[in-house]
């Protein structure tokens, strides 16, 4: 999208301070610009304490006096059945499966970007912006925000180059205690909200909770890894994940005294292994089919992967083919779940090397990613990283 | 800006708006016994005698609310409670009330343990009098209250009232009608009707939003809501507000005295609307009874595109209409009232209503066919979600 063009612009406004600032500044660029917001429960909650999301009445009311104070029309959109279909069963699915879904990603991937923005694009529209922290460099490709602890690169890597041809994300080029300034200075009454951190379908934040709601409780054995011996029993599965210490409830100590870390779990027989941290390494990550931010690639090839949302970031090499990535890290990773995203960035050599390098090329940019299938180490048999397998 | 949503509201008369203004500069609560307060009470009676002659009524029968669903749910839960006994609790409603009655009736069920049934339409959304005919012969002890809507706010059928009224009557049941949509739109006469009750709001006829009227027989008795002041012969306490009283009544007064010859003119701008979507939307379905239904209302069912989508595109061309009844959460559902006229839910997400009041003109109508064709084919290429 070349600047300075008047583009009609649909602004998803959640009802949060990120999203408000983001469709101001369409505004501001000179873009007609429409606010909607998503609905995406069945049965919005009339009022939640603590815990925030984008599911409430009174989101749905700020994103509409949001809306106001900025002078754009506002309307809101039912999504609630599609996201309950691509987002919520997914995430049960998933746990059941033994994985660790990313509901956000799942979300830009099936609703935001792809529901909303298809909807969108026949009603006239031209793009969507969000109120994601990232950046679109001036060659198209998705970079990381300038603000490293807000950076959402991670959750957008799942759009292809389609959908981020029709997306913008006005905030990518600040810090977020700057975008709080500004939404005050804009008079937007939603300056001083706290941010969303938790899942916004699970109401008080209890996921093991909500998934014990729906998957049930089934007693199943904690189990050394390396001995096999029985060490404590859970009520489900589901309620683990991979690289989990806290909340295993077992009642002696490890012979070394070292703390133990789930390593995997197999829903088939609801069995928990555990171990110490070491026999978490792992520094080779399967994917399933990649989608491609950037031009694809067939052979090998140098750059950093992330494996989960504001993780760590390893070098590694990437083999590439169409059934999948293989991450071959440079050094080892510990906790890597299936079901996350291995998000595969190209590092950003103008931004360490070369202040004077065009704004619109800064940041690490996403070439590709896929979904964690497998982990397993160097010439080591390939260990499922759940009950996926291989 | 062509407003075609006069059903959700319609402007002020200038009449009413300078009646609001001049009496709200005025001093006085109409339960003082000064000057002031006799000047204020003077203002109230005469609107009172005006509106309630207007409506076929006696003015010791119209009881000032603030609002239709006051009225509403004034007349529906007061009657309930009011002859409801252990063998007696039953209410009979249709399926296609406004919220004001469909959501007080489903709370008396849900909260007061009452029984509630529920009269069915037909294909055009007029309520089935055989099915009261029937409940009546089996079941008239147990009810204590009857209420149908006098005109559809949606589809704008007009209701069987009279056949309803005479039914009832057989049986000593008191029958309310939600005449919110009809008074000033269609002839209403009170005392004509054999209906108990009535309820009616200023702003769908030209008056100011917050002001609304009760009409009720003498020997109607009603378990008020409200308790207080005593205002209003005991049935709505609460300071009566003057300015909205005498806005309410001149509108009123002026809308049933220009009702006539202003259904005969929306009629005819609403069927030219009517023949110009058919032409340009052939697939279109033109919901209700072609016929005997409200003058300013045009329901269609665009098949294949979402209400919300098109109502937002008319809405970015400056045409401005509704989906049907608004939700307080902005979220649309299937409309009701289709779904009980037997439309599939895809339909019944697919509907636009637009309606013309006294402010329209042959130049709001061009501006909707100018932007609808294109609308629709925008709103069918996003399809429904």
Redesign the interface.
Known sequence: MVEGVKLRVLAAMSGGVDSAVAAARAVEAGHDV?GV?L?LSKN?QTYRTGARGCCT?ED?RDA?RAADVIGI?F????????FHEDVVEDFYAEYAAGRTPNPCLRCNEKIKFA?VL??AM???FDAVATGHYARKGDDGLLRRAVDPAKDQSYVLAVLNPAQLAHSMFPLGDTPKDLVRVEAEERGLAVARKPDSHDICFIADGDTSGFLKNKLGSKEGEIVDAASGEVLGSHDGAHQFTVGQRHGLGLKRPAADGKPRYVLSITPVDNRVEVGPREALRVDRIHTGAPVWLGPERTEPFEAEVQLRAHGEVYPATVVPSPKGLRAELHQGAFGVAAGQALVVYDPDAAEHNDASAGVGDRGDAVLCSGTIDATGLNDAAVSSGSAAGV | MPYLDHAATTPMLPESLDAYVRVARELGNASSLHGSGRSARRTVEESRERLSEALGAKPSELVFTGSGTEADNLAVKGMHWARRTEARNRVVTTAIEHHAIADAVAWLGDHERADVTELPVDEVGRVKVEALAELLAERAAEITAITCMWANNEVGTLQPLEEIAALAEAHGIPVHTDAVQAVGHVAVDFGASGVDSLALSGHKLGGPAGAGALLLRRDTKVTPLLHGGGQEREIRSGTLDVPGIAALAEAAVIAVSRQKDEATRLAALRDDLVERIRAAVPDAIYNGDPVDRLPGNAHFSFPGCEGDALLMLLDAAGVECATGSACSAGIAQPSHVLLAMGAGEFDARSSLRFTLGWSTTQADVDALLAALPESVERARSAGLS
């Open positions: 429409t917001h609905a919005p009445i749905s509409r029309p309307y809101v959109w039912d999504m609630a059945e599609r529901a298809d909807r026949a009603l006239g």
